[in-house]
C-alpha cells in the first residue's frame, strides 16, 4: 500500500489574530508535531503576510499557509476580492477551494470552484477541493450523486493531470460546526468512493491523492477517523483556534 504523508489543516475562517499566529507557531515549533505530518494554516486574508513572515522566522518549512478563497479572474474591478497572484505574493502556498460556505453563503457553483482550482494550480500553488453534501442531501439518499458532481467540475475541467498535486477535502455540512462529527465508518465509506472516483480516470494519482476529513474534528473523535484507511488527516475548524487542541489533533496524525 502506498504510504501518505497525513496532513492536518486548521481554517480559522474570519477568526485569529496575530496573536493567534504566535502561538499557534510557538506550540507547533516546541512541540515538533510537524517533523512527521504536514501542517497547513489557512488564517483571514489580512494576516497572511504576518503568517508568512513569522513562519520563516521560526524556520518551520512543514508548515504550510493557505488562502481561504480566491477569485477566479486574475484582476479586475472586483472590489474585496483577491487573485491567486496576490495570495501568492503573501505568502500562500496553498488555496481552499470550494468550501460548504463559500457554496452556501456566497453562491459558488461547482464551475465556478473548479476555476479556481485550475487557477491555484496553474500558478504552482496547491488546492484543496471541499466537498460534501447537505443535510437535505444525505436524508434523501443524494450524497454520492451530490459528490460526483462536485468532483466530475473539475475533471471536466483539468482532466486527470488535475488532482496530481491536490488535496480533497471531505466536510459533510450536516457536520461542519454542528459538534457531530461523521462516524470512521461513514467517513471512510465515502473517502473510498471519492478515491474510487479518482482511480476512474487515474490510477496511480488515487494511490496518492490525500483525502482529508473535516466536520467537527476534536481531540476526543480524531484517533477514530484518522485510523481508516482512506482517511489521510483532517480540515479543523473550531478545535484548530485553540492551540492546545490543534496540537493534540496535530499528534494524533
Ligand atoms: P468545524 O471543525 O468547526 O466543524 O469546521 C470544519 C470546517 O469547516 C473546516 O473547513
Not at 488535475?162 to 461523521?182: H, M, N, R, S
Request: aromatic fraction near 6%; glycine fraction near 8%; charge should be neutral.
Amino acid at each position: 500500500m502506498t504510504k501518505r504523508m497525513p496532513v492536518v489543516a486548521a481554517n480559522w475562517k474570519m477568526n485569529g489574530s496575530r496573536e493567534l499566529v504566535n502561538q499557534v507557531l510557538l506550540q507547533i515549533k516546541q512541540s515538533g508535531v510537524c517533523q512527521d505530518i504536514e501542517v497547513v494554516i489557512s488564517p483571514p486574508a489580512t494576516l497572511y503576510s504576518y503568517f508568512d513572515e513569522q513562519k520563516k522566522i521560526h524556520e518551520l518549512d512543514h508548515v504550510f499557509l493557505a488562502a481561504q478563497n480566491i477569485n477566479e479572474l486574475d484582476n479586475g474591478a472586483l472590489t474585496g476580492e483577491i487573485s491567486v497572484g496576490l495570495a501568492k505574493e503573501s505568502g500562500c502556498q496553498w488555496v481552499i477551494c470550494g468550501h460548504s460556505e463559500r457554496r452556501s453563503l456566497f453562491k459558488e457553483t461547482s464551475k465556478v470552484t473548479a476555476k479556481k482550482f485550475m487557477k491555484a494550480l496553474n500558478a504552482g500553488l496547491k488546492p484543496i477541493l471541499c466537498v460534501g453534501e447537505t443535510t437535505e442531501e444525505k436524508e434523501t439518499g443524494k450524497t454520492f450523486s451530490r459528490l460526483t458532481a462536485q468532483i466530475e467540475a473539475v475533471m471536466h475541467l483539468g482532466g486527470k493531470q488535475a488532482f496530481k498535486d491536490c488535496l480533497i477535502a471531505y466536510e459533510p455540512i450536516w457536520a461542519v460546526g454542528t459538534g457531530q462529527a461523521a462516524s470512521p465508518e461513514l467517513a471512510q465509506e465515502i473517502h473510498r468512493f471519492i478515491r474510487g472516483m479518482i482511480a476512474s480516470i487515474c490510477p496511480e494519482t488515487a494511490k496518492t491523492v490525500r483525502i482529508l476529513y473535516g466536520g467537527s474534528i476534536k481531540p476526543e473523535n480524531a484517533a477514530a477517523l484518522f485510523s481508516q484507511p482512506d482517511i489521510d488527516g483532517g480540515l479543523i475548524g473550531g478545535a484548530g483556534l485553540v492551540p492546545e487542541q490543534f496540537i493534540k489533533i496535530c499528534q494524533l496524525a
